[in-house]
T-cell receptor, first 113, second 114 residues
Framework: GENVEQHPSTLSVQEGDSAVIKCTYSDSASNYFPWYKQELGKRPQLIIDIRSNVGEKKDQRIAVTLNKTAKHFSLHITETQPEDSAVYFCAAPSGGGADGLTFGKGTHLIIQP | EAQVTQNPRYLITVTGKKLTVTCSQNMNHEYMSWYRQDPGLGLRQIYY???????DKGDVPEGYKVSRKEKRNFPLILESPSPNQTSLYFC?????????????FGPGTRLLVL
């Protein structure tokens, strides 16, 4: 099955700066890579995803890049704001006969005022 | 409103007392799944279902049971809860059978087993 590693576990940035969270995966057949945001006390919600036929996708201040050769993908948040403070999870298809998604362990993003 | 609902939202119980956490979705999704979330461990899949009467184990199925008798409902059953099952539980659903698509999460159920 898939193994997803996520780094860093905690990231503190100044408001207005950029934040980058990285994930690696093990199954070269994986073709779908979503990112979820979980605010304190709330449920995880999809913020952006990318499929293996593209290398980058943007949505306003957030972007995801994918490097299939190296088997890693990254979440980029520019011009960070206080409301970006949350836990972010990457995921990849579980594969290996299982279905659904395998999640990384999460990154706690802290935006310092 | 399209949504995934879970009940109860909070539950305190004692070791060995059977409990059920309900999950329901109104989006006609094929795929449903249960996760537990523990500090530092992220979201780990317990069980999933690709269709009515079709269920399979995820990464951490020990001590749990599920059933999928109707498309919209996917209850999680703890026959004999133990303290190591104290956790935050999320139900999720996805339109496609494989589940490797956008997953919509319920609000979560926080369980404490004494």
């Amino acid at each position: 099955g898939e193994n997803v590693e996520q780094h860093p576990s905690t990231l503190s940035v100044q408001e207005g700066d950029s934040a980058v969270i990285k994930c690696t995966y093990s199954d070269s057949a994986s073709n779908y890579f979503p990112w979820y945001k979980q605010e304190l006390g709330k449920r995880p919600q999809l913020i952006i995803d990318i499929r293996s036929n593209v290398g980058e996708k943007k949505d306003q201040r957030i972007a995801v890049t994918l490097n299939k050769t190296a088997k890693h993908f990254s979440l980029h948040i520019t011009e960070t704001q206080p409301e970006d403070s949350a836990v972010y999870f990457c995921a990849a298809p579980s594969g290996g006969g299982a279905d659904g998604l395998t999640f990384g362990k999460g990154t706690h993003l802290i935006i310092q005022p | 409103e399209a949504q995934v609902t879970q009940n109860p939202r909070y539950l305190i119980t004692v070791t060995g007392k059977k409990l059920t956490v309900t999950c329901s979705q109104n989006m006609n999704h094929e795929y449903m799944s249960w996760y537990r979330q523990d500090p530092g461990l992220g979201l780990r899949q317990i069980y999933y279902s690709m269709n009515v009467e079709v269920t399979d184990k995820g990464d951490v199925p020990e001590g749990y049971k599920v059933s999928r008798k109707e498309k919209r409902n996917f209850p999680l059953i703890l026959e004999s809860p133990s303290p190591n099952q104290t956790s935050l539980y999320f139900c999720a659903s996805s339109f496609r059978v494989t589940g490797a698509e956008t997953q919509y999460f319920g609000p979560g159920t926080r369980l404490l087993v004494l």
